[in-house]
């Protein structure tokens, strides 16, 4: 079964009250980890800001990881794949990015994103809806952009709330749903443009090697080639997560595998493919199979 999974890593979206306890569970070692390189405790001020809640869900990821290793006894997926923040947890179990330099940079991401919202002020809307795809084209119209492509009848815009505001009256009028998001820093539009140069500094500093397995890039919606390039210029790219879930289809994936806190991306994959899947979840309870 594990030639055809796939292990997916979920991003800021996945707030979930008890991703201390996960932590504490299965990878208690981070703990001190992340209180020492974000320099307080992002577990107990998570709902406060994204410089906290980053590394919050960066570690419960790696601790869901660690849960899956060890009910598959070791034994690795065929592919993974991460939404936004997820890729840094995805990368770390393809064996490609040392974790503690992933905390690391997932702390100066979360630095980074929360300047972008202090000067950008952007806000983040769901749009749902069988014509969803033709809406996002016409999102500049709106002065949004389409931040995740998340799966055929689910887009996400960023964008100013008044700008977002104009969006949604355009969407409820064509009979969509939509849904501005409690998410304090978007990123993912161009908008983010002038904040790429100083986390490719960060990225500089790291060493990346081959992945054991191979890691899809929410920027193209393909495997990694050029890891730190794609990681920097997914502040301003499209999350297109839609067209990873496809690929890995198109590739025998039939079982995808949440690690870490909630279940955001299976419910995403799932509005993907009906039929002929099977989805788990390693959060903080039980293995849940839907």
């Known amino acids: 079964m594990s030639s055809h999974s796939a292990v997916i890593f979920p991003g800021q979206g996945s707030q979930h009250r008890n991703i201390r306890a996960l932590v504490e569970e299965h990878r208690p070692d981070l703990i001190e980890h992340a209180v020492e390189i974000v320099g307080d405790d992002p577990f107990a001020r998570a709902a406060e800001s994204t410089r906290f809640l980053q590394p919050a869900v960066y570690c419960a990821s790696l601790a869901g990881w660690e849960r899956y290793r060890q009910a598959e006894g070791g034994v690795p ?30 702390a100066i991401r979360g630095n980074v994103l929360e300047r972008a919202a202090r000067e950008l002020a952007p806000a983040m809307m769901a749009v749902i809806g069988p014509d969803v795809q033709d809406f996002g084209v016409q999102a500049p119209t709106f002065g949004a952009a389409v931040a995740g492509d998340n799966a055929p009848d689910q887009i996400v815009l960023c964008g100013a709330r008044d700008q977002l505001e104009v969006a949604r009256e355009a969407a409820v009028e064509r009979g969509l749903d939509a849904r501005v998001l409690r998410i304090a820093a978007g990123g993912h539009t161009p908008a983010f443009e002038k904040f790429v140069p100083g986390f490719e500094e960060a990225l500089a500093e790291v060493d990346f090697r081959t992945p054991t397995r191979p890691v899809f890039s929410g920027v193209t919606g393909a495997p990694f080639d050029e890891t730190r390039r794609l990681l920097a210029e997914s502040l301003r790219s499209t999350v297109r997560w839609r067209q990873i879930a496809m690929e890995l289809h198109r590739r025998g994936v039939r079982r995808f595998v949440e690690a870490g806190p909630g279940h955001v991306l299976l419910g995403l994959v799932r509005r993907t493919f009906s039929t002929d899947i099977e989805l788990m979840a390693m959060d903080d309870s039980e293995v849940r199979v839907a």
């Open 77 to 106: 997926p065929a592919y993974f794949a991460g939404h936004s923040l997820g890729e840094f947890a995805a990368l770390v179990a393809a064996e490609s990015l040392d974790e503690i330099d992933g905390l690391r940079l997932v």
